[in-house]
């Protein structure tokens, strides 16, 4: 199964090429939810956050839910300290990534070596409070797609400072003059912490460039029913951004790009 999906052996395994398809999950009897954590250097975060998550899951879905890591080879040494704790955490798989980068094509590797019917994905840096997890999974009862949300459901932008919140609200006015059917049915199209049905995606080929994945699949995927969840983001306290001067420009592109997608669609 590992050699057909193009994963080497060994504790870590190496991440999938080819084209970015979620396949239809291959187990019998497959867990609940499949979670992904991307990581780049996110060695001072992922002991504390991968223990916060587990305690939020088992509570939630005991025995029924995978954490996925994947880690672009960080020069920090995350990924070895995350393979260190798969021994005592069974639920766990670390993946190391060497030959692509970028945030939202790891979030869908992840999914594409997972086994779950839910697939989701949150950031490692405690931005997103692992807390959250079981309110979403509640959500995902009656939805395709449950997304945490800073703009709506009680959420908020918390303790960030003016410049983000004045990027973050330039994206949104773009998103919403480009690609309108996405940013009038959710909050907040640009949150990176989100659960998806894999029926929704599965067989879809998604195009992501840069940060964002969640306008992807709702562009792409067939997600009917949303759910979000308000929730409070934090400013990072430890280990560095990985935002850096690019990534504007692949959110406009990317929005181009979904924008004529969105369009051949449109009935
Ligand atoms: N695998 C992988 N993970 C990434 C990449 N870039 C960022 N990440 C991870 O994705 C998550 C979000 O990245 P951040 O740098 O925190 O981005 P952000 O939350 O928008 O920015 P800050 O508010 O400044 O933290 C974190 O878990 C990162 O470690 C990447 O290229 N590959
Ligand atoms: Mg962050």
Known sequence: MLAQQGIESGVVGAAMTGPLIVAPTGDPDPPALSLVV???????????????????????LPGRYEVIVVDDDSPDGTCEVAAGLMDGFPELRVV?????????????RGW????????GTINA??????????RMIERMAEADLVVAT????????????PVRRFSSWGASCIGRMLLPPVFARVSDPLSGCYFVRRQAIQ???????????LMEVMVRGDVRRIRECGYEMRKRSRGQSKVHALHPL??????????A???KRAP
């Open 150 to 161: 800073r703009h709506g459901d009680g959420g908020s932008l918390g303790d960030w400072g």
């Open 112 to 119: 594409q070596l997972s086994r779950g019917e839910m697939l």
């Open 261 to 263: 997608a969105a369009r």
């Open 38 to 60: 991307p990581t780049l250097k996110e060695r001072e975060n992922i002991v504390d956050f991968l223990a916060e998550v587990r305690r939020a899951l088992d509570a939630a």
């Open 125 to 134: 840096d405690f931005q997103h409070p692992p807390a959250v997890l079981p």
């Open 96 to 108: 190391r990534r060497r030959n692509e980068g970028g945030l939202a094509v790891a979030v869908i």
């Open 250 to 259: 692949q959110y406009v592109r990317h929005v181009w790009r979904l924008r």
């Open 203 to 213: 067989g879809v080929e998604l195009k992501p460039l840069g940060y964002k994945s």
